[in-house]
Nanobody
Framework: QLQLVESGGGLVQAGGSLTLTCSAS????????MGWFRQAPGKEREFVAG????????RYGDSVKGRFTISRDNARNTVLLRLSSLKPEDAALYYC????????????????????WGQGTQVTVSS
């Protein structure tokens, strides 16, 4: 089992920034492709960003491109999501997900391809 714990959420004004952290334990972190998703009340889980094993390749959802940045530190078993230029519509529960590297053919944006999830951290954006 891989345990994932998200932190760093909170209340921020529109236009502000926030950094979310996902800390992993229990299995070899560098064997997992990582992703961030978010879910607002009444909406489906939305892909935010994904990162490969090395951290060199990343992908973003259209609504966050140019504003959010994903990175990982395999030595510290963490993946970060830097949120900038926040908008009220970015408010959601943000989840960290992990999937085995063997699932290379599945789109990063497919939440069904992920094997482990954290409990989420809430981001609230005031206008």
């Amino acid at each position: 089992q891989l345990q994932l714990v998200e932190s760093g959420g909170g209340l921020v004004q529109a236009g502000g920034s926030l950094t979310l952290t996902c800390s992993a334990s229990g299995r070899t972190f560098s064997n997992f492709v990582m992703g961030w998703f978010r879910q607002a009340p009444g909406k489906e889980r939305e892909f935010v960003a994904g990162i490969d094993l090395s951290g060199r390749n990343t992908r973003y959802g259209d609504s966050v491109k140019g504003r959010f940045t994903i990175s990982r530190d395999n030595a510290r078993n963490t993946v970060l999501l830097r949120l900038s230029s926040l908008k009220p519509e970015d408010a959601a529960l943000y989840y960290c997900g992990a999937r085995f590297f063997q699932k290379a053919s599945a789109p990063l944006s497919d939440p069904g391809s992920y094997d482990y999830w954290g409990q989420g951290t809430q981001v609230t954006v005031s206008s």
